[in-house]
């Protein structure tokens, strides 16, 4: 069974406009980690956000925003006013402490942003 | 930190020769993570170290695959022979435990490998 799941293949949206990557993710353990990475068109991946599980408050960064609810198993990442350079495939991922840190990434979800 | 440091950044084979990827984690990390990524099945674990001891090699294909870490410094992840279908970007990232117990993963920028 799939731990993260990234429904959204691809997005595209027209610049500024406000788009919103989805991932849910699946885990049994009550202490984990969730993530997201960039990897952008140069094919490097970026680090963006780490969260645990026992922490729920939604982070901002910027023009960028991540949403984490435990009663949906979600960790949305939100961007607001998109740019041309928020083109990527962004990954989110899951860490278990009873799996020894392994780490299991989603499946990515492509976004263009249209200039 | 100059950061994970893999090498070669790309390289093209013959399929039957033999593929040796480099890995330089960063320094004080103690989990080392081999990744291949492809179009059809997306980013893959193939096998990490903790403390320079294999945990997880269920995601090594076969047995042409081979993975070392003979120090804390350095990995290799070896294919031998190589087949065209191991055409892919192979990442090294590292981690550090941290006084969190959460891993942040450093990912090098990957060595493509076109096998003919």
């Known amino acids: 069974a799939q731990k993260v799941t990234q429904a959204q293949t691809e997005i595209s949206v027209v610049e500024k406009e406000d788009v919103t990557l989805d991932c849910v993710y699946e885990?049994?353990?009550?202490?984990?980690?969730l993530f997201w990475y960039k990897q952008p068109p140069s094919g490097e991946l970026v680090f963006l956000i780490r969260?645990?599980?026992?922490?729920?408050q939604n982070e901002i960064s910027g023009r960028y925003s991540w949403n984490f609810q435990k009663s949906t198993s979600s960790f949305n990442f939100t961007i607001t006013a998109s740019q041309v350079v928020d083109s990527a495939v962004y990954f989110c991922?899951?860490?278990?402490?009873?799996?020894?840190?392994?780490?299991?990434f989603g499946t990515g979800t492509s976004l263009t942003v249209i200039p | 930190d100059a950061g994970v440091i893999q090498s070669p950044r790309h390289e093209v084979t013959e399929m039957g020769q033999e593929v040796t990827l480099r890995c330089k984690p960063i320094?004080?990390?103690?989990?080392l993570f081999w990744y291949r990524q492809t179009m059809m099945r997306g980013l893959e674990l193939l096998i990490y170290?903790?403390?320079?001891?294999?945990?997880?090699d269920s995601g090594m294909p076969e047995d042409r695959f081979s993975a070392k870490m003979p120090n804390a410094s350095f990995s290799t992840l070896k294919i031998q022979p190589s087949e065209p279908r191991d055409s892919a970007v192979y990442f090294c990232?590292?981690?550090?435990?941290?006084?969190?117990?959460?891993?942040?993963?450093?990912f090098g920028a990957g060595s493509r490998l076109t096998v003919l």
């Open positions: 170290f903790n403390n320079n001891v294999p945990i997880d």
């Open positions: 320094s004080g990390h103690d989990y």
């Open positions: 885990t049994r353990d009550t202490t984990y980690y």
């Open positions: 969260r645990n599980s026992f922490d729920e």
């Open positions: 991922a899951l860490s278990e402490a009873s799996t020894g840190n392994q780490f299991y």
């Open positions: 990232a590292s981690g550090g435990q941290g006084a969190s117990g959460a891993n942040v993963l450093t």
